[in-house]
Nanobody, 120 residues
């Protein structure tokens, strides 16, 4: 099992920055990719950014140029640097980790989420 704990959310004004952190523990050696999703009230959970073990990254179009995902393997932590935040970025942000398990299957673990609110 992999346990994920997010931190760094909060209430900020438009144009501000936040840095989210996600610390992984447990069977971290089996993690092949990590990422961030977000869910606003009444909406589906959407992909924000992903990063693989080989540091291949992918971003949603809505955050390209503003958000940066990175990882520190020594600390088993993934980060999401969010710049120029907009009100539409308001959501609960969830960290996830894809872990290779028996049979070559991928199991996705989720954190509890951290609230990001962007409002003037």
């Amino acid at each position: 099992q992999v346990q994920l704990v997010e931190s760094g959310g909060g209430l900020v004004q438009p144009g501000a920055s936040l840095r989210l952190s996600c610390a992984a523990s447990g069977s971290v050696f089996s993690i092949r990719a990590m990422g961030w999703c977000r869910q606003a009230p009444g909406k589906q959970r959407d992909l924000v950014a992903t990063i693989t073990r080989g540091d291949i990254t992918n971003y949603a179009d809505s955050v390209k140029g503003r958000f940066t995902i990175s990882r520190d393997n020594a600390k088993n932590t993934v980060y999401l640097q969010m710049n120029n935040l907009k009100p539409e970025d308001t959501a609960v942000y969830y960290c996830n980790a894809d872990r290779l398990v028996v049979g070559g299957l991928i199991h996705r673990s989720w954190g509890q989420g951290t609230q990001v609110t962007v409002s003037s």
